[in-house]
């Protein structure tokens, strides 16, 4: 093999004569805030490490700039959307002033160790299904390469899956499914969700939005003398959904996406086999949509990785974390049909490492005063799907929400989760 193809260590660690793990950027280069550079890689934009951004000490103190509500609304729709014409594809508008004011609120994406050692990799579906077998300790074992990192339950699960772990209410996957099955009570009494924020859409819930809502309000009314109306609305509100045009910008995509999944969310666990059935024959939808969802986020994160990082406006943060967690919860859903069918999931969703935050004073906030006060005292704390050992070690009871406490018992299980709140004071 030519050395001219065999992968070089990057400029820092080459020029101090370290050792660099070949990673972009390096952990080297991480640690000491330096702009990872590799001489014989494709021309592109290098992401730099969280801190590495400075802002101009000339320029106006983050704290005294004004930002609008609208134009970073606007802003959103400018820099991220999807073309009429080719549904799905991604324009990146990287030269719009507003820039900061959208990429405010995004987190700088954590980098993982590179190991090739397959025989330290750990089987995903047995953290799921498994009881204390499986521990925080042995979560390092997995290759964190994300192009084989599944972080919740992925590949292999026929000879896995068991009856017992179904019906055990200690297990994971058995915690998962009574979290799905309560988004539709839940958004018909709160109008909110763990991954839809109740003022997501103060400014007026689009009319699918309302449907959904209608719907989930009569599907927890349903009774055996008026479930053939309920069927019949959730049937003709799904219809109108995928009938509708062509999306055309990343808010469009953000309610269709969590209007199917409110819906999936019923049908899927429901007692009538016809709603299951629509619910299965409906699942590919949600991933391609998901998919697409997915691919504006990460766009969104490199653009973050350009741009001095800031106060985030209230409404745009909103927006994004309930995007990302929405990301998070439809793939979740996704993967969980397929493994109920003993099928091999699509791991497509989990191959990206999924940003979320770890934020109940934050995420609980209804004012945009609250919210400022709020994020200066304790701001979120940022993490990758289920890389959760920092905050474990780390974290405050007091900071987990509904979302983060169904993360949590996927990661170390309900009884050491309970556990973890008791060690600081809390209860689950």
């Known amino acids: ?14 020029k101090a004569k370290r050792r660099c793990n070949l990673s972009n950027p390096c952990k080297r280069c991480i ?7 590799y001489t014989n890689a494709p021309s592109r934009v290098t992401p730099f490490p969280r801190g590495s951004v400075r802002q101009d000490p000339s320029a106006e103190p983050v704290h005294n700039r004004q930002i609008s509500p ?40 954590p980098e993982t160790q590179v190991t090739n050692t397959e025989t330290n990799k750990l089987c995903i579906e047995n953290i799921m299904i498994s009881g204390s077998d499986y521990r925080r300790a042995d979560y390092h074992k997995v290759t964190s ?97 995928l009938s509708l045009e062509a999306m055309t910008n990343g808010g ?16 899927l666990f429901d007692q009538d086999v016809r709603q299951q059935c629509l619910a299965g ?21 490199e653009l973050s990785n350009k741009t001095v990082q800031q106060v985030p406006v209230w409404e745009s943060w909103i927006y994004a974390e309930s995007l990302r967690r929405t ?28 940003p979320w935050s770890i934020c109940q004073q934050v995420w609980s906030t209804q004012s945009s005063f609250d919210f400022l006060s709020v994020w200066e005292q304790d701001p979120p704390v940022t993490v990758s799907c289920l890389l959760l050992d920092e905050f474990l070690e780390q974290g405050k009871a007091d900071a987990v929400d509904d979302f983060a406490r169904n993360m ?21």
């Not at 991220?80 to 004011?101: K, V, Y």
């Not at 024959?281 to 994160?301: F, I, N, P, Y």
């Not at 949590?408 to 689950?428: A, M, N, P």
């Open 1 to 14: 093999m030519s050395n001219n193809t065999r992968k070089k260590s990057c400029r820092e660690c080459s």
């Open 31 to 37: 640690d000491r805030s330096l702009a990872c550079i």
């Open 70 to 109: 609208n134009a970073a609304t606007q802003t959103w729709e400018k820099i991220l959307s999807i073309s009429s014409d080719t549904p799905g594809s991604i324009t990146l508008d990287e030269s719009n002033d507003e820039a900061a004011a959208y990429t405010a609120f995004l987190p700088d994406l």
């Open 145 to 241: 390469i994300w192009a084989s990192y599944a972080p919740i339950f992925l590949t292999t699960i026929q000879d896995k899956f068991t009856h017992e772990t179904l019906a055990d209410p200690n297990s994971r996957l058995n915690n998962q499914i009574k979290d799905i099955k309560s988004y539709h009570s839940e958004f018909a009494s709160l109008c909110q969700t763990p991954w839809l924020h109740r003022r997501l859409y103060k400014s007026g819930m689009p009319d699918i939005m309302f449907s959904a809502y209608r719907d989930c309000v009569m599907y927890s009314q349903k009774t055996e003398h008026n479930k053939g109306l309920v069927y019949r609305s959730l049937e003709e509100s799904i219809d109108t959904l």
């Open 252 to 267: 469009e995509l953000l309610v269709r996406v969590q209007c199917l999944l409110l819906y999936q969310s019923m049908q």
């Open 281 to 301: 024959s409906r699942m590919k939808t949600l991933e391609l949509w998901t998919d697409v969802l997915g691919d504006l986020r990460d766009a969104s994160l």
């Open 327 to 354: 990301v998070i919860a439809s793939y979740t859903l996704i993967t969980l049909h397929y493994m109920l069918k003993q099928d091999i999931p699509s791991q497509g969703g989990w191959t990206r490492s999924q």
């Open 408 to 428: 949590l018992v996927t990661y170390i299980g309900l009884d050491e989760t309970k556990q973890w709140f008791k060690q600081r004071g809390s209860t689950y």
